[in-house]
């Protein structure tokens, strides 16, 4: 990503010491269908989503390589996930990193029950 380098921005205290951090990758669950965004105009829809995406849309515009990490299932049956984040232009670091936690905490064959009926 161009202009990239170690600064990061505002953002690069949270790299200082490690390279990478983490945050919630799906802070509310989805609407259910017939929701909030059925129906909706594109600007409507777009300030209704933003809860949907707070912790995905900074690091999308800050430059910084991001990637989604399967982290269990949570109460209501949905797949959780955790986003790792790290320096700019470090995306192998963060690859890195996602395949470690991969391996220790494999996912692949969990899946959630079908809904019945």
Do not use: C, I, K
Request: zero cysteines.
């Amino acid at each position: 990503m161009s202009g990239g380098g170690q600064g990061g921005g505002p953002a690069a205290p949270v790299f200082s010491t490690t390279g990478h951090g983490g945050a919630p990758r799906d802070p509310p669950p989805p609407p259910p269908p017939g929701g909030p965004l059925d129906g909706a105009g594109l600007l409507t829809a777009m300030v209704r989503s933003r809860p949907m995406v707070a912790y995905t849309a900074l690091w999308n515009v800050t430059g910084h390589p991001a990637a989604s990490v399967p982290a269990g299932v949570g109460a209501d049956g949905l797949p959780l996930a955790v986003q790792l984040v790290g320096r700019r232009d470090d995306e192998v670091g963060v690859l890195r990193v996602a395949a470690q936690l991969e391996a220790v905490r494999p996912w692949a064959q969990h899946r959630p029950p079908l809904p019945t009926g």
